[in-house]
Structures are given as structure tokens and as C-alpha cells.
């Protein structure tokens, strides 16, 4: 039972719970916050249908309305916001917000890389709202763990949300990326930057069955591709993708002579089969041949974040395109080589290690490239290691220190002692 008298932040605007990044940054954050104020309560508005038997006892989904009925007035605007002849109406879907946040501390916009146009103007846009809506409520507005930007492709837009930026109580960049872009956009006054909260995710054993545990006695590589990856490595030709990453398998296979570990982030019941990282990879493991099928394994069973790290950290390395996947690596002290489709992935590598040394553009990925430089960091593991046993404590002490800075925030905007003061 959640203590009714504990602190209550709402969480909004990340992705679904069966993304286990979504997710890592979710427990992250409650371990954060309740290390610095203590006993706390949290709503969770995701843009998803979360369950609370998923969840921890204190953080409670609320389902936001998405609803769009054909042939509404609401579905006329979308219509047309899809070629640019207006700006969606989207300020119902926060309708089932309405009389419970009263009591709430401060609201955390934690939709990690939405605040760009690289999916379009579907999320932004919802997070621009969610962030006016609670500023009007006289809620703090803070976003926390984001890579931002860029809108230099709409100027007018970037004019936008360089004025809305500055209307924030504080923002938490993840990266030195976003940090440059907010200064170079002239918003340095409420900007910091600390580590996604992911970075200080527990790892949580769990039953792998009798085989999988066994062949993880051996070295093993992880890997973690995604049909994601079509849109930027093949131009959205899916059937091209597949080919090129049953080619990297083999590729994998063959020159590490390690067993494959297939590890999917993003998967589920409640999550669409053309986003399911799991449905991916056994679609490319059933394209192997038979004696190649018999040294790769994809993950099974439902596992959470915590236990999918715990999973991580018994390999020898990993290959991934989900950045989670990589934090719960470099912080499991396991080298990992990220397959980047967006700022987010270099501007993780270059807070770890000073320089993106260990990604690739996913835009020239080939399988011979991919070996390459999977055997290039399998080569200076041990380099790699020192730097991660160097660096990442100090990282991870940063990511728990956000709550300060957030603390200091509520304080000077009339906090105190678990409410804000009216004025």
C-alpha cells in the first residue's frame, strides 16, 4: 500500500512500460527522487496503456485519451496536419488529468528523445501542451532525462519551442549534444545536464531456463537489432533490412566465433509487431541456416528492464540500436558498440568516454563494417573496461545528484516542506 502521506510528482510523456527504456528511466527516477525527498508517490501519464500490475506499488497509470474517431472533428485535424495545412487539436487527451493532481510537487516531462521532430509533430506536440497545461495548474514544469532537438529544418518552429523552453522551471539534458543545441538557441539559465536516470537501474536476476543459463557460462556476444533500424539504414525497405541483418549475424557469427545472445528491448503483448524488437529478431534467426541457428538464442519471457541489465551483464559485449540496452552495458562495465540513428546515442558515447569511439552511424551500416569494429572493441576490451570502472561511478553519482538540482528548483519557486506555498 503507497503511503498516503509520501511526496507525489507526476511522470509524463514517455513511450509504453514494454519499452524497457521507458521503463529504465521510470524506476530510475523514483530511486532518485526518493533517495533525496524520501518516501513518494507517483502518477505516471504515459502516451500508453500501462498497467499497474506492471509497475511498482507507488506509481499509479493514468491512461490518457488518444481517441480519435473517424470522421470527427478530431480526425479531420490530423487529416490535415498531416500535409501541413494546420496544427492538430490534441487538448482532450489530457482530460483524464482533470481534479487529480491536486498535491502534486512537481511534474516530470520524461519523454526522453520526444522533444525533437525526428517522429514528426505527433509527441512534441502533446509534450508542448502537457508542459502548458500543468504551468497553468501552478505545477512545476521540469523536463528530465531528454535529448532535445534539432527543429533547424522549421525555423519558425524552433523560434516556438526556444520561447517555450524558457517558460520552464528547469530542464535536465541527458547529453552534451542537447546542452550545446539549448545554448545555441540562447536557453542556458534553466538548463543542466546529468545522466539519463537509467543510469542508476538496478539489475535483477532471473530464470533464464536450464540451456540459455548454461551456453551464458561461455563467452557470449549480445545483440540487439530492431525493424526500427529500416527507416534509416534502407530508406524503410524493410525486406532489404532484414537481408542486411541476417548478413550481420552471419557476419557476427562467424568472425567472434562467440554464441549470439539476441536480446530484444522493446516488446510485448501491448506493443505493435512492426515495433517489437523480439518479433524482429526470431523473424531473423528463423533465416539462418540450421547448424547457424543452433549457436543464437533470442531472449525469452517477459523480462523487465532490471532483469534484462542483469542479463547484459554476463555477456562478453554487446552490439545494440536501443540506447537503454547500451546503458544497462557500459553500466554493467560491459563494452558495447551502439548503432546510432539519432544525437542521442553520440552524445551518450562522448559523456562516457570523452569521444563517440564505439558507434556507428546506422546510415553506413554494413555487415563488414559491423564485424569490423565488434572485433576492433572485443580486441581492447579491457581498455574499454578501465574507462567504464573510471567513469561511470562518477556518472552515476551525477544522475542521483539531478534530485538536488530539482530540489533546489522546487525551493526556489516556494517549496517547502512537501507543498508548495500559494502567492
Same mark, same amino acid.
Given at each position: 500500500?503507497?503511503?498516503?502521506?509520501?511526496?507525489?510528482?507526476?511522470?509524463?510523456?514517455n513511450g509504453p512500460i514494454v519499452n524497457r527504456g521507458c521503463e529504465?528511466?521510470?524506476?530510475?527516477?523514483?530511486?532518485?527522487?526518493?533517495?533525496?525527498?524520501?518516501?513518494?508517490?507517483?502518477?505516471?501519464?504515459?502516451?500508453?496503456?500501462?498497467?499497474?500490475?506492471?509497475?511498482?506499488?507507488?506509481?499509479?497509470?493514468?491512461?490518457?485519451?488518444?481517441k480519435r474517431p473517424r470522421w470527427s472533428r478530431a480526425w479531420w485535424r490530423y487529416q490535415a496536419s498531416?500535409?501541413?495545412?494546420?496544427?492538430?487539436?490534441?487538448?482532450?487527451?489530457?482530460?483524464?488529468?482533470?481534479?487529480?493532481?491536486? /498535491?502534486?510537487?512537481?511534474?516530470?516531462?520524461?519523454?526522453?528523445?520526444?522533444?525533437?521532430?525526428?517522429?514528426?509533430?505527433?509527441?512534441?506536440?502533446?509534450?508542448?501542451?502537457?508542459?502548458?497545461?500543468?504551468?497553468?495548474?501552478?505545477?512545476?514544469?521540469?523536463?528530465? /532525462?531528454?535529448?532535445?532537438?534539432?527543429?533547424?529544418?522549421?525555423?519558425?518552429?524552433?523560434?516556438?519551442?526556444?520561447?517555450?523552453?524558457?517558460?520552464?522551471?528547469?530542464?535536465?539534458?541527458?547529453?552534451?549534444?542537447?546542452?550545446?543545441?539549448?545554448?545555441?538557441?540562447?536557453?542556458?539559465?534553466?538548463?543542466?545536464?546529468?545522466?539519463?536516470?537509467?543510469?542508476?537501474?538496478?539489475?535483477?536476476?532471473?530464470?533464464?531456463?536450464?540451456?540459455?543459463?548454461?551456453?551464458?557460462?561461455?563467452?557470449?556476444?549480445?545483440?540487439?537489432?530492431?525493424?526500427?533500424?529500416?527507416?534509416?539504414?534502407?530508406? /524503410?525497405?524493410?525486406?532489404?533490412?532484414?537481408?542486411?541483418?541476417?548478413?550481420?549475424?552471419?557476419?557476427?557469427?562467424?568472425?567472434?566465433? $562467440?554464441?549470439?545472445?539476441?536480446?530484444?528491448?522493446?516488446?510485448?503483448?501491448?506493443?505493435?509487431?512492426?515495433?517489437?524488437?523480439?518479433?524482429?529478431?526470431?523473424?531473423?534467426?528463423?533465416?539462418?541456416?540450421?547448424?547457424?541457428?543452433?549457436?543464437?538464442?533470442?531472449?525469452? /519471457?517477459? $523480462?523487465?528492464?532490471?532483469?534484462?541489465?542483469?542479463?547484459?551483464?554476463?555477456?562478453?559485449?554487446?552490439?545494440?540500436?536501443?540506447?537503454?540496452?547500451?546503458?544497462?552495458?557500459?553500466?554493467?562495465?560491459?563494452?558495447?558498440?551502439?548503432?546510432?540513428?539519432?544525437?542521442?546515442?553520440?552524445?551518450?558515447?562522448? $559523456?562516457?568516454?570523452?569521444?563517440?569511439?564505439?558507434?556507428?552511424?546506422?546510415?553506413?551500416?554494413?555487415?563488414?563494417?559491423?564485424?569490423?569494429?565488434?572485433?576492433?572493441?572485443?580486441?581492447?576490451?579491457?581498455?574499454?573496461?578501465?574507462?567504464?570502472?573510471?567513469?561511470?561511478?562518477?556518472?552515476?553519482?551525477?544522475?542521483?545528484?539531478?534530485?538536488?538540482?530539482?530540489?533546489?528548483?522546487?525551493?526556489?519557486?516556494?517549496?517547502?516542506?512537501?507543498?508548495?506555498?500559494?502567492?
Amino acid at each position: 500500500m503507497a503511503d498516503m502521506d509520501a511526496n507525489k510528482f507526476l511522470l509524463m510523456g514517455n513511450g509504453p512500460i514494454v519499452n524497457r527504456g521507458c521503463e529504465a528511466i521510470v524506476l530510475g527516477i523514483g530511486k532518485i527522487i526518493e533517495r533525496e525527498f524520501g518516501p513518494s508517490r507517483f502518477l505516471l501519464a504515459s502516451f500508453a496503456q500501462d498497467r499497474q500490475e506492471d509497475l511498482p506499488g507507488n506509481i499509479m497509470p493514468i491512461a490518457l485519451d488518444f481517441k480519435r474517431p473517424r470522421w470527427s472533428r478530431a480526425w479531420w485535424r490530423y487529416q490535415a496536419s498531416k500535409i501541413g495545412l494546420t496544427r492538430e487539436e490534441i487538448s482532450s487527451f489530457v482530460k483524464p488529468l482533470h481534479g487529480r493532481l491536486e /498535491g502534486i510537487m512537481a511534474a516530470f516531462s520524461i519523454g526522453g528523445d520526444g522533444y525533437s521532430i525526428d517522429w514528426g509533430h505527433y509527441i512534441v506536440d502533446r509534450l508542448i501542451y502537457m508542459d502548458k497545461y500543468v504551468k497553468s495548474l501552478g505545477i512545476p514544469a521540469i523536463i528530465w /532525462g531528454a535529448s532535445i532537438g534539432p527543429f533547424t529544418q522549421e525555423p519558425q518552429f524552433e523560434t516556438e519551442m526556444k520561447d517555450h523552453f524558457k517558460t520552464l522551471d528547469l530542464i535536465i539534458v541527458r547529453e552534451p549534444h542537447s546542452l550545446s543545441y539549448l545554448r545555441e538557441l540562447g536557453v542556458e539559465e534553466n538548463v543542466c545536464m546529468h545522466p539519463d536516470p537509467a543510469f542508476v537501474l538496478n539489475a535483477a536476476p532471473c530464470d533464464l531456463g536450464g540451456e540459455l543459463a548454461q551456453v551464458l557460462q561461455a563467452p557470449c556476444l549480445g545483440v540487439n537489432l530492431s525493424m526500427l533500424l529500416a527507416k534509416y539504414v534502407t530508406v /524503410g525497405d524493410v525486406g532489404k533490412w532484414e537481408e542486411l541483418a541476417v548478413s550481420m549475424v552471419r557476419a557476427l557469427l562467424h568472425d567472434t566465433g $562467440m554464441p549470439l545472445i539476441m536480446i530484444p528491448h522493446v516488446f510485448g503483448v501491448r506493443i505493435s509487431e512492426k515495433m517489437d524488437d523480439k518479433v524482429f529478431m526470431k523473424r531473423i534467426r528463423e533465416r539462418l541456416k540450421a547448424h547457424e541457428r543452433k549457436r543464437v538464442w533470442v531472449i525469452e /519471457g517477459e $523480462m523487465n528492464s532490471e532483469n534484462l541489465k542483469w542479463v547484459i551483464g554476463k555477456l562478453e559485449a554487446l552490439v545494440s540500436m536501443r540506447m537503454h540496452a547500451a546503458i544497462a552495458a557500459l553500466t554493467s562495465y560491459i563494452p558495447c558498440l551502439s548503432i546510432a540513428y539519432s544525437r542521442k546515442a553520440w552524445g551518450l558515447y562522448e $559523456m562516457v568516454f570523452s569521444k563517440a569511439e564505439w558507434v556507428i552511424d546506422a546510415r553506413t551500416l554494413s555487415p563488414s563494417m559491423l564485424s569490423a569494429q565488434t572485433i576492433a572493441m572485443l580486441d581492447k576490451k579491457e581498455r574499454i573496461i578501465d574507462s567504464l570502472e573510471r567513469n561511470i561511478p562518477s556518472l552515476q553519482e551525477s544522475a542521483l545528484s539531478a534530485a538536488k538540482r530539482i530540489r533546489s528548483t522546487l525551493s526556489e519557486k516556494g517549496w517547502q516542506g512537501g507543498k508548495l506555498e500559494e502567492h
